[in-house]
């Protein structure tokens, strides 16, 4: 009976977890929505400075091994972001370039927009 209740659970809080992602994931989704101008104006700048600005051109977030494995040429599959315990962060990151600077706050990487 113990074995049977632990593992209820476990299977509970496998799901509130599944939950509490897809909730941070359609978050996440929403912000990139609003960016998405901001994004393309930044790669407008950045793509117009003489010199060559800076252009984000790949960006993954997630599980160090997980990171490493990924080639940087394959694009992450939608949905598939939980399962390699990574996401495609590049529009984020455009957005925070500014004079051909990225400007990363002091905070958590996990807490940014998108």
Not at 56 to 70: F, H, K, L, N, P
Not at 78 to 90: H, K
Request: net charge negative; with cysteine.
């Amino acid at each position: 009976l113990r074995k049977y209740l632990r593992a209820q659970r476990r299977a509970a809080a496998l799901q509130a977890k599944a939950a509490e992602m897809e909730r941070a994931r359609d978050e996440a989704r929403s912000a990139l929505d609003l960016m998405s101008l901001g994004v393309e104006r930044s790669y407008e700048r950045e793509r117009a400075v003489a010199t060559g600005g800076l252009v984000i051109q790949r960006a993954v977030y997630g599980e160090s091994g997980a990171v490493q494995r990924c080639l940087m040429d394959t694009e992450i599959p939608e949905g598939e972001e939980s399962a390699l315990e990574m996401i495609d962060v590049t529009s984020a990151m455009q957005y925070l370039v500014a004079d051909s600077q990225l400007h990363l706050h002091a905070s958590p990487k996990a807490n940014l927009s998108g």
